[in-house]
T-cell receptor, first 114, second 107 residues
C-alpha cells in the first residue's frame, strides 16, 4: 500500500467501550498527526509526534490516548468516550526537515459514539 | 495565535465556470498548503506553496507571503471538484487550518 492508511474506516462504539484507531504511513516520514473534524467545525489538531516523541497535545481529554511505537505507526486509544466525541478522525504524516511540513492525510475514521 | 480566514465560506457554481478561493493569514508563516476534502471526508493534498505560483492541470495557486494571502484558482469546474477546500499554515511548529470554502458544482 502507498500513502497513509487508517483503520477502521467506520466505528460505532458505546460510551463504556475501549477501541483503538490505527494509522500507518508508507511514505518514510518522521512526523505523524491526529486531527479531529467535528460537524461544522474547523479541523482541530490533537497530537503531534516527531521521531516517535510527542511534541504537541492540544488540551485533548485523557479519554483519548495516543501511541506511536515507531515512525510508521500511530494509534489513538479510545475509552469512555462521550457522544460529542463523534467525529471524523484524520491521521497525517510529514517529513519534518528544515522548515518543511508538507502533510499527507489518510482517509479518516468516522467515529460514532452512542 | 495566527488567524486563518478563508473566503467565501460557500460557493455554488455551474459546471464549466472558473473560481477563485482566498486564504488570508494574520501573521507571517513558514508554510502553506491547500487541501480538497471530498464528500467522503478524504483530504487530498493540492498544493504545498509557501510562496510563488504553482499549477497542476485545471488548478493553480499563488501565495503572496509578504501580503499574507494565498489564492486557489479552479478553471473549467467539474462536478468532481465539489467539496470543501482548506488552507493550512504553519509557523513555529504549529499548524492552523482555516474553516474552509464549501464548493458545490452544479451539473
Amino acid at each position: 500500500e502507498t500513502g497513509v492508511t487508517q483503520t477502521p474506516r467506520h466505528l460505532v462504539m458505546g460510551m463504556t467501550n475501549k477501541k483503538s484507531l490505527k494509522c500507518e504511513q508508507h511514505l518514510g516520514h518522521n512526523a505523524m498527526y491526529w486531527y479531529k473534524q467535528s460537524a461544522k467545525k474547523p479541523l482541530e489538531l490533537m497530537f503531534v509526534y516527531n521521531f516517535k516523541e510527542q511534541t504537541e497535545n492540544n488540551s485533548v481529554p485523557s479519554r483519548f490516548s495516543p501511541e506511536c511505537p515507531n515512525s510508521s505507526h500511530l494509534f489513538l486509544h479510545l475509552h469512555t468516550l462521550q457522544p460529542e466525541d463523534s467525529a471524523l478522525y484524520l491521521c497525517a504524516s510529514s517529513q519534518v526537515q528544515a522548515s518543511d511540513y508538507e502533510q499527507y492525510f489518510g482517509p479518516g475514521t468516522r467515529l460514532t459514539v452512542t | 495565535g495566527i488567524q486563518v480566514e478563508q473566503s467565501p465560506p460557500d460557493l455554488i457554481l455551474q459546471e464549466g465556470a472558473n473560481s477563485t478561493l482566498r486564504c488570508n493569514f494574520s501573521d507571517s508563516v513558514n508554510n502553506l498548503q491547500w487541501f480538497h476534502q471530498n464528500p467522503w471526508g478524504q483530504l487530498i493534498n493540492l498544493f504545498y506553496i509557501p510562496s510563488g505560483t504553482k499549477q497542476n492541470g485545471r488548478l493553480s495557486a499563488t501565495t503572496v507571503a509578504t501580503e499574507r494571502y494565498s489564492l486557489l484558482y479552479i478553471s473549467s469546474s467539474q462536478t468532481t471538484d465539489s467539496g470543501v477546500y482548506f488552507c493550512a499554515v504553519e509557523r513555529d511548529d504549529k499548524i492552523i487550518f482555516g474553516k474552509g470554502t464549501r464548493l458545490h458544482i452544479l451539473p
